[in-house]
């Protein structure tokens, strides 16, 4: 099976409103799937169809080939992190997690090993004994997020995952959702793009209740035909560069992006200087980003080329930009 989850024109309407229109979306197997939209657009709507909480008015649903969540199917293999969910006041850290994990079938052994295990994961160890009442908002998140990855489930639904998270345990919680790339599904909404950049394998645009594009990220910033060059110094014959490299035109002065080595092409990290300048390439449809790099590079390197950025931010891809 290719797709951990199908839906198939999804309607769920709210009086006159149709929060979902016609919603139908595969998420690969093993993939970081990203939902990027405007507030209403139903990308909520949509998890929560899926994950049983909203029944739709028509469409289909299928987790794991089998069928609307149910759970005498899915229990422990599905689950989901509502933006909105709260924890008890006067549950402590490791009893509560250890009694989700029993609610989902553990043993006892199991679901406090599972429990340790997150415990850690989530740097909540000096906090395992605490109440929820005595947690700051940051650290109850990480407690739900936890929640949502007991027993290792098959696949896992996450609704704005890092927001109210500090920057080191929001890169501490990057890290961990990276590490199951390919291993378990996952399913991250959130209105932070650059999050979205960093974690998803594959990005689905929603707007109106339905998708309006759904690919690779890859396919997504790297057919706007742009590579960023940060360079110590100009080349004093641009002109000279375009003629050896047909299709290929220059601007200076974009704003600089932080290289990620996207798509197969060198990045060169490095802190940017203060001196530095910045040129951008840009070429048609009919020219690969690699081909153009491999081209442009070596022409390059001679003034100083502090990091290379192909193609367009998500960002600017999802704006039009």
């Known amino acids: 099976m290719n797709e951990a989850i199908i839906t198939r024109a999804l309607v769920k309407k709210y009086g006159r409103h149709a929060a979902l229109n016609g919603f139908t979306l595969a998420v690969p197997s093993g993939s970081i799937t990203g939902l990027v ?22 469409g289909e649903v299928s987790i794991l080939g089998r069928g609307p969540f149910d759970a005498r199917r899915h229990g422990g293999r599905f689950t989901i992190l509502p ?11 490791r009893s509560l997690l250890i009694g989700y994990a029993r609610l989902q079938g553990m043993t006892r052994k199991d679901a406090a090993k599972s429990a340790d295990e997150l415990i850690e994961v989530m740097n909540l160890a000096d906090k395992a004994n605490a109440s929820i009442r005595s947690l700051s908002h940051g650290m109850r998140k990480r407690v739900m997020v936890a929640q949502a990855f007991l027993g290792h489930p098959e696949v896992v639904m ?24 390919g291993k378990t599904t996952l399913v991250v909404s959130s209105h932070q793009l650059d999050d979205i950049e960093k974690l998803c394998t594959h990005v689905a645009f929603v707007a109106d209740g339905k998708v309006e594009r759904m690919e690779t990220l890859r ?15 100009l080349p004093s014959d641009l002109a000279a560069i375009e003629q050896e490299c047909p299709g290929v035109r220059f601007s200076v002065g974009a704003s600089f992006q932080d290289a990620r080595g996207r798509h197969g092409v060198p990045s060169l990290p490095s802190a940017p200087l203060p001196s530095e300048k910045t040129l951008v390439a840009e070429f048609g449809e009919g020219l690969a980003v690699e081909t153009v790099n491999a081209a442009l590079l070596p022409r390059l390197v001679p003034f100083g080329v502090i990091a290379v950025t192909p193609g367009r931010s998500l960002e600017e891809a999802y704006l039009g930009k």
């Open 219 to 233: 396919a997504i910033t790297s057919d706007s035909g742009r590579i960023v060059y940060a360079l110590k110094e």
């Open 158 to 181: 996450l609704d704005e995952p890092l927001s109210g998270l500090d920057p080191v345990e929001a890169e501490r919680l990057r890290s961990f959702l990276l590490s199951l790339r």
């Open 37 to 58: 939209g405007r507030n209403g657009a139903g990308k909520t709507t949509w998890m929560m169809t899926v994950a049983g909480f909203v029944i739709p008015d028509a």
């Open 83 to 93: 933006q909105d969910s709260d924890l008890p006041n006067e549950g402590r850290v």
